[in-house]
């Protein structure tokens, strides 16, 4: 007999699987679902790994080899503002494995972690493994899907609520949060004594903003850890490589989770990670640059179609209204699109509960494709 845990019955079966199944097995199908990056990891990045594969059979240390570590900090230091210390950064196994390892180092059973509605998608299960509790902060098309410092108010609860976990630029709206709305949150976070996790991985990816880590901010150093991914910013999705940085005792009691679910992150990757930090910033701006081409053409052409878009901040992911065309909801009308115009996009419901009555887009597609899927749509809608 095979028993399974309820904890694993009880995890949500994600429709973006399925449908991605599909359009992986259909060559018709064109496909605005994936959130990975199109582009191939830039060619120095290959090479080096090539020369040195024979190098790296063995395990690393847990928390990543120490010249990486120390590059890291560096990158923090220069880039986003935040005063780090080789021994304070974790190398883990994507960003999700350091948001997972975060988790058990800090929530009990019953305790709160408060999330963006609409929000990655990846998050409740992961808080769902731990035992806590996720609760949704509403983000709303009117204020262009910015959290509200007001939302975060409403939703804490003053002795279960202890994190609150947050993604800028986000996925799957596109949102960067301004820097007078991050102060205000860093406020809440100092009031009721809350970690702000903060989720970055799309931190090279903003358009007409400014990036900001909060843990740049004044007094926010013993309460932000901070997530970051090479996946995005150089197109090393496969290679599982990211980090987190916070609080030297926070690091200490996240290191020992971490160890356990990887024992180490994969050597390979690091010593590619680290040649990766060396490059010019040319290689992420112009993988940027191709993203706004594409960001600049699809916005437009999805409001032409009836689908309301506002045009995203950063990622790149549009997060546009169906209501106006269709009385389906998110679910159906992305199946639809699926079986009827042979076009793959994410229901705006598997992102929470106020992600209802959109669709996700990804423009993390050549631009052909994308111009193909806008005609089969519009097809479809006619």
Not at 39 to 53: A, R, V
Not at 260 to 269: A, D, E, G, Q, V
Not at 283 to 307: A, C, F, H, Q, S
Request: aromatic share 8%.
């Amino acid at each position: 007999m095979t028993h399974i845990s309820e904890r694993d019955l009880q995890l949500p079966d994600a429709v973006i699987g399925k449908l991605l199944r599909i359009a992986a097995e259909d060559k018709n199908i064109v496909s605005l679902g994936p959130g990975e990056p199109d582009f191939i990891t830039p060619k120095p990045i290959l090479d080096y790994g090539k020369k040195i594969i024979g190098k790296t059979t063995h395990y690393s240390a847990p928390n990543g080899k120490v010249e990486l570590r120390e590059a890291i900090a560096q990158k923090l230091k220069k880039e986003n503002k935040i005063n780090a210390d080789a021994d304070d950064i974790i190398v883990t196994t994507g960003s999700q494995e350091g948001i997972f390892a975060a988790l058990l180092s800090t929530i009990d059973p019953t305790e709160q972690i408060l999330i963006q509605d609409p929000g990655y998608l990846g998050y409740i299960p992961i808080i769902d493994l731990v035992e806590g509790v996720p609760i949704g902060v509403p983000c709303m098309e009117e204020n262009n899907f910015e959290l509200q410092p007001e939302a975060i108010n409403a939703a804490i609860d003053k002795k279960k609520t202890k994190v609150l976990l947050i993604n800028t630029p986000e996925n799957p709206t596109g949102n960067v949060l301004s820097k007078k709305t991050m102060e205000a949150i860093a406020a809440i976070a100092l009031e009721h004594d809350l970690y702000i996790f903060s989720d970055e991985a799309y931190e090279d990816l903003v358009y007409d903003k400014k990036h900001i880590s909060f843990g740049s901010l004044n007094g926010m150093q013993d309460h932000v850890v901070t997530f970051h991914t090479f996946s995005k910013s150089y197109a090393m999705a496969g290679f599982r490589m990211g980090y987190m940085h916070g609080p030297s005792e926070f690091i200490k009691a996240a290191s020992m989770p971490h160890h356990y679910m990887t024992l180490s992150p994969p050597h390979l990757s690091q010593w590619m990670a680290l040649k990766a930090l060396s490059l010019p910033k040319r290689y992420r701006d112009d993988m940027k640059n191709e993203y706004d081409r594409r960001r600049r053409y699809i916005v437009p052409r999805l409001n032409e179609l009836g689908l309301r878009t506002h045009m995203p901040d950063g990622a790149f992911y549009t997060f546009s209204q169906i209501t106006d065309i269709t009385q389906k909801n998110s679910c159906d009308f992305a199946k639809d699109l699926l079986n009827k115009a042979k076009v793959a996009v994410v229901p705006g419901s598997e992102f929470g509960k106020h992600g209802e009555g959109f669709i996700r887009c990804s423009y993390a597609a050549k631009l052909p494709l994308i111009k193909e899927a806008m005609e089969r749509i519009e097809n479809y809608l006619k």
